[in-house]
């Protein structure tokens, strides 16, 4: 077991985000191809296989083992941004490098061909943000509205709880994998941890950064000394739809008109559509005048703020263009 040691200051920093992380996604992505994939990721556990290619060896070399993930493959800042994240993963110190992974060469765990990364090679590195640039065009790009939209859809549903019954039940209803237990001023938050046992982590009023996961098989914790602990968990499978790509809704709608649909979850801003589509606010506002006019989302003042949610018939047509 990994134990979480949390104080009432941890609790009252607890966080939880409203974004997917993107390298998380894609480590986990990674891994689920060499661990098999539960019913709802088949057809895209036989998609991503039957579409790599060599150049992507260099990433998935490192996806390998059961229950082991590389630190620096998933930064502390969590970003969704690939371009900005694989920034980091290039800027990783050599040293970090070496001590990640030449023990699992010398084990045999990893291919004695990682030993170039392990020395911090320029061409080493820049080979592995090609990799995981192509991996991620095949396993995780093609169905980011999907991903997007059930991380914002846990993280509403959190927050719902959050309000009206306090964190001690958000954390205790988190996931199935995670055991929740407040012992007075102290409390605890386990899990089974793959590869240790015994482990004991106190964050000592840093906080907890939650992260939901589409793709991640287990709870995982990333410790950066310098913020707070983050606790990524998987997203309940109840809660999860066939993992396909938006091409049909695409189809109809035209690409990015979907992807401002798919956007509009969990009650946006038009500056927050436009960011999570990529696209400026003056087109991000014109699109959702167009969807509202059709009858597919209603639009509110909160505020400065102008907010859009999906109405009956949004939703149903999102959903049938993920099924599609």
């Known amino acids: 077991m990994l134990t979480l040691q949390l104080t009432a200051t941890d609790l009252s920093r607890t966080v939880l985000r409203s974004e997917p992380a993107v390298l998380l996604e894609l480590g986990a992505a990674g891994q689920r191809l060499f661990e098999g994939a539960p019913e709802h990721l088949t057809a895209w556990w036989a998609r991503t296989r039957a579409a790599l290619r060599p150049e992507m060896r260099p990433y998935l070399d490192l996806c390998r083992l059961p229950g082991w993930f590389p630190d620096f493959l998933t930064p502390p800042s969590l970003g969704s941004d690939l371009p900005a994240a694989l920034d980091e993963v290039l800027a990783t110190p050599t040293a970090t490098l070496a001590a990640e992974l030449r023990p699992r060469i010398a084990a045999g765990d990893l291919p004695a061909r990682v ?4 020395s911090g090679e320029t061409t080493a590195r ?5 990799a995981m640039r192509a991996f991620h065009q095949i396993a995780v790009a093609p169905y ?14 959190r927050a719902h709880t959050m309000v009206d019954a306090g964190i001690d039940r958000v954390l205790r209803d988190l996931s199935p994998y995670l055991f929740w237990k407040p012992y007075g001023e102290r409390y605890e938050l386990s899990y089974e941890c793959g590869f240790a046992d015994g482990i004991a982590l106190a964050p000592a009023g840093r906080g907890v950064t939650l992260v939901p ?6 709870p995982c914790v990333l410790d950066d000394p310098a913020g707070p602990l983050v606790l990524a968990y998987p997203i309940r499978p109840t809660a999860q739809r066939a993992l396909v790509s938006s091409k049909p809704l695409a189809d109809l709608l035209g690409r990015t008109r979907a992807a401002v649909l798919g956007a509009i979850v969990d009650g946006p801003s038009t500056s927050q559509v436009a960011r999570t589509v990529g696209i400026s606010l003056a087109s991000a506002s014109q699109h959702a005048s167009v969807l509202r006019s059709a009858g597919l989302v209603t639009t509110h003042r909160a505020g400065p703020a102008v907010r859009h949610t999906l109405t009956p018939l949004g939703e149903h047509l999102l959903r049938a263009g993920h099924t599609g």
């Open 126 to 130: 820049r080979r592995l943000c090609v």
């Open 213 to 218: 996961s589409y793709l991640l098989p287990r």
């Open 144 to 157: 980011q509205q999907t991903i997007t939209a059930a991380v914002r859809g846990d993280r509403a549903v």
């Open 115 to 118: 030993a170039a990364l392990a």
